[in-house]
């Protein structure tokens, strides 16, 4: 009988597969749509293409899986050729007998992840940072002031 960490494994490490799957999908996906729609020198083509390729050279591996009856938590890190980049810490709930992600927390940058720094204006001190939960606030466009109206 398979257990729930075993259960909870095994669905991280199928995860991690097939998102790895999907960004190389995306990748050959994108390349002849480049050449199609974007010169060589475009810059905005040429990020999207470097960033699929970026995230194609990133692994992830597992660090620790924590559970709780019906939710569990793992952390694991990602890493390119150059090293470890950050931490991840995946929240799961368990919906009829299947696992599910709920939210996905980065590794503070400000703090690096060191629990306890309060004063830190990201993670205000538990070393984890929430996209989801974050407030997106668009700057206010600055808009000149309209000329005078008038009549030629």
Request: proline share 7%.
């Amino acid at each position: 009988m398979v257990t729930l960490m075993k259960q909870i494994q095994q669905f991280m490490l199928k995860y991690i597969r097939e998102n790895a799957a999907l960004i190389a999908n995306s990748l050959n996906n994108f390349l002849p749509f480049q050449k199609k729609f974007y010169s060589d020198d475009c810059v905005i083509g040429n990020r999207r293409a470097e960033k699929l390729r970026e995230f194609l050279g990133m692994t992830e591996h597992i660090l620790s899986i924590s559970q709780s009856a019906d939710q569990a938590t793992v952390i694991t890190r990602c890493a390119d050729k150059s090293g470890p980049l950050m931490r991840m810490k995946y929240g799961l709930v368990l919906v009829k007998a299947s696992w599910f992600i709920k939210n996905i927390e980065l590794e503070c940058t400000a703090c690096k992840g060191a629990p306890g720094n309060y004063g830190c204006p990201l993670c205000k001190g538990n070393g984890w940072h929430n996209l989801a939960r974050q407030k997106h606030v668009a700057p206010r466009p600055i808009i000149p002031p309209l000329p005078p109206f008038s009549r030629f």
